[in-house]
């Protein structure tokens, strides 16, 4: 383009120079310098629109590539959203036979069964353990009563001896209220089983319902939800059993550590008592022995 322009101010010069030439030959024709401007401006011009124009044109292929990108990815995300979903929906539709091998049996506690009632004080205890009331009352009617006050003759006891007496006393009452405190334990944790296996069918149910509403993430993430806190139920329980045990064996150690420092008081006074009383006697006998033969 530049060229043809070159040329046209070329011939344009040379025309301007012989303009007596060309109309001594008569050909007509004139050089106009000012249209030979005009038309070299109009030249520029529509070098300058095309040149705008391939950059407009460019810059909507980089456009139109980006949006076949996004196209591209949004559907690959939608191809997979929808497989996932068609599995969701296959496994929610799938026959109970698939997956029936793979449901437990129920696992929650039974309430216990009224065998006999001898003597007529054993219906509270296993209400109790059933439910949970009245463990206190309940367990006292099948155990021996303790004494309200100090066994007899204790006021009168050396101090060493009534160590040992009320450390024994000690040990029966901390052993009752820890076997009555996993009575009420117990009891509760049977009595909620039943709302606990209520909770549980009904997830089981909307887990594997047919029903639009069941279907959707919400739904499923409230499920999960659910499941979760029947499990942190679950193990609060397990922590109070654990714990009420842990109580039990402390007493029982406790039992133990009585028993093995009545022993080492025991032993400590041997020898004294030894000395003042089974010495004189035994040194008395040798000296009637002595004196009679």
């Known amino acids: 383009m530049r060229k043809l322009i070159l040329t046209a101010l070329a011939v344009g010069f040379a025309a301007a120079l012989q303009p007596a030439a060309h109309a001594q030959f008569g050909s007509g024709v004139v050089f106009d310098p000012t249209q030979a401007g005009h038309a070299v401006t109009q030249i520029e011009n529509e070098e300058k629109s095309i040149a705008n124009e391939a950059r407009q044109i460019e810059q909507g292929q980089q456009i139109f590539t980006n949006t076949v990108k996004i196209a591209t990815t949004a559907l690959q995300a939608y191809n997979v959203a929808k497989q996932q979903y068609q599995l969701t929906h296959q496994m929610i539709l799938a026959p109970r036979m698939l997956y029936a091998r793979f449901l437990s049996p129920t696992s929650d506690l039974l309430l216990l069964q009224q065998i006999s009632n001898t003597y007529g004080n054993s219906m509270g205890w296993l209400n109790s353990a059933n439910t949970g009331k009245g463990a206190a009352a309940s367990y006292q009617q099948v155990s021996v009563p303790n004494t309200t006050n100090a066994i007899p003759g204790y006021s009168t006891t050396s101090v060493a001896g009534q160590m040992q007496i009320a450390a024994q006393g000690a040990t029966v009452d901390l052993n009752d209220s820890v ?14 089983q039943t709302s606990r296996q209520t909770d549980i ?9 047919q029903d639009v509403s069941q279907q959707t993430i919400m739904a499923e993430l409230q499920r999960i939800n659910q499941a979760l806190l029947l499990q942190l139920r679950t193990l609060q329980d397990a922590n ?8 039990q064996q402390i007493v029982a150690q406790k039992q133990q550590q009585d028993a093995m420092k009545s022993s080492f008081r025991d032993s400590a006074g041997y020898e004294s008592y030894y000395n003042a009383n089974i010495t004189t006697t035994s040194g008395g006998a040798a000296n009637l022995l002595t004196q009679a033969y």
Request: proline share 0%; no cysteine; charged share 5%.
């Open 240 to 247: 109070q059993i654990n714990a009420n045990l842990a109580l």
């Open 179 to 192: 076997l009555t405190n996993n009575l009420q334990t117990l009891g509760t944790i049977r009595a909620n």
């Open 201 to 209: 069918a009904n997830l089981e149910a909307a887990t594997q319902s």
